[in-house]
């Protein structure tokens, strides 16, 4: 029998590259741009001193110094206003970390230092310097100190006047240095420098949506994975009436954990108790409780010399409104003194980028913690028999929004 040989088989050709850009001879049938989209274009940020001009370029025209994010490459070009005598140009990244403790001291830990030499007469075989030279120079990912390597910590600046006082500053720093030929006799060179302020800001972005419906209860039914219930016990005095009791306390929050600087994070809250506790919160509907409250606090802790300290403030309060309980619930009436009733109310919290304009973070010698708090406090603490209820719950804030895009940022973690 012949032998059958199988039919050639020819590579296909690769698919064409996609493009957000129409090609030629493509129209746009439909566009929904994203809610959480940038439209802020991109612009230069021109910086001039009596000797020099700096351009950094690619910047976003929202901010007030020239921003980067992690691993990012700063780009620009300066100007020389005289080349008379310029023996060589150079650019310096800097960046330095301090950390004080009114009664312990203080230390500085060196986080970047990366120079760049952009023009030496040494190498330019005798030529004149140019009146405009390009930069660039990349800040690094980490740093070591203490034995471990960690990421460089975003530019930012906290001080708690309390005694001890304590403080802890990030600054960054691009220091331009202009190098000139003097007397043949002179034993020193003279320069000029000109240093400013840059702001480094790693973005990183939450995993995953939070998902936002009419209420509480359709989203806990359709989507219960995305809840995270905490259960707390708000206790009474040794000295308390039988008819008391402690009140159990409920409250939900997104299980992601992970929120953006601009995002605003849903929570729901379910006190329960018998009538007579209830009624010692002097809860009045439908207004909001002022006895109940949620926020979000962030806490700080320096360590100098072996000493640590801690510091805690409060970011943001959450907005709270009365949810009607359901047909089937309980009544707040004489009739069901014996039985346990329930108040529910529901809220969202927001921080806000600009107050807030970087997350929390860990380098060891700085630890910055966020929290969402969850307090009840009875109208009057001395003599209530309830007594003043908080918990706190750790989350993560980071700088972006979730975003429906299919790839990573290369800036984003």
């Not at 023996?87 to 990366?114: A, T």
């Not at 203490?146 to 960054?172: K, W």
């Not at 949620?294 to 970011?315: D, G, H, P, Y």
């Amino acid at each position: 029998m012949p032998l059958v040989f199988p039919p050639n088989y020819h590579a296909a050709p690769p698919p064409p590259e996609y493009s957000k850009e129409r090609l030629p001879g493509e129209q746009t049938v439909e566009y929904t741009p994203r809610g959480n989209a940038s439209s802020t274009a991109l612009v230069n940020i021109v910086r001039t001193c009596s000797f020099l001009t700096i351009i950094f370029k690619d910047q976003n025209g929202a901010e007030d110094h020239p921003t980067y994010g992690r691993g990012s490459t700063l780009h620009g070009e300066i100007g020389l206003k005289s080349n008379a005598s310029v023996l060589s140009v150079s650019v310096k990244l800097k960046g330095r970390l301090h950390v004080s403790i009114s009664d312990s001291g203080s230390v500085n830990i060196p986080v970047v230092s990366e120079t760049v030499v952009l023009w030496s007469q040494e190498l330019a075989s005798g030529h004149r310097c140019p009146s405009a030279l390009p930069f660039s120079i990349t800040f690094p990912t980490t740093f070591k100190h203490g034995g471990r390597v960690r990421p460089i910590p975003p530019s930012f600046s906290e001080a708690f006047l309390q005694l001890p006082a304590i403080s802890a500053r990030c600054l960054y720093v691009l220091k331009v240095t202009l190098q000139y030929g003097g007397s043949k006799m002179a034993f020193w060179k003279p320069s000029r420098s000109y240093s400013l302020v840059l702001i480094y800001r790693p973005r990183t972005r939450p995993q995953r949506p939070i998902y936002h419906m009419d209420t509480f209860l359709t989203s806990l039914k359709h989507i219960p994975e995305d809840w995270l219930e905490i259960e707390s016990t708000m206790r009474t005095r040794h000295i308390a009436s039988p008819d008391l009791k402690p009140i159990s306390c409920r409250f939900f929050v997104p299980s992601i954990g992970t929120f953006g600087l601009s995002d605003t994070i849903p929570f729901h809250i379910q006190l329960s108790s018998s009538l007579a506790s209830i009624r010692l919160l002097q809860i009045a509907e439908p207004a909001p409780p002022s006895c109940v409250r949620v926020f979000i606090t962030r806490q700080t802790m320096v360590e100098v010399n072996t000493r640590k300290c801690w510091r805690s403030a409060m970011l943001m309060e959450g907005t709270m409104r009365a949810v009607a309980p359901p047909i089937d619930a309980v009544p707040l009436i004489e009739d069901s003194e014996k039985d346990d009733v329930y108040v529910d109310w529901e809220g969202e919290i927001r921080v806000e980028k600009d107050k807030v304009p970087y997350g929390g973070f860990n380098v060891g010698t700085i630890i910055i913690k966020d929290y969402i708090v969850f307090a009840v406090t009875p109208p009057n603490p001395r003599s209530c028999p309830l007594l003043a209820h908080q918990y706190s719950h750790p989350i993560k804030l980071v700088t972006d929004v979730w975003t429906d895009e299919s790839t990573f940022h290369p800036l984003d973690t």
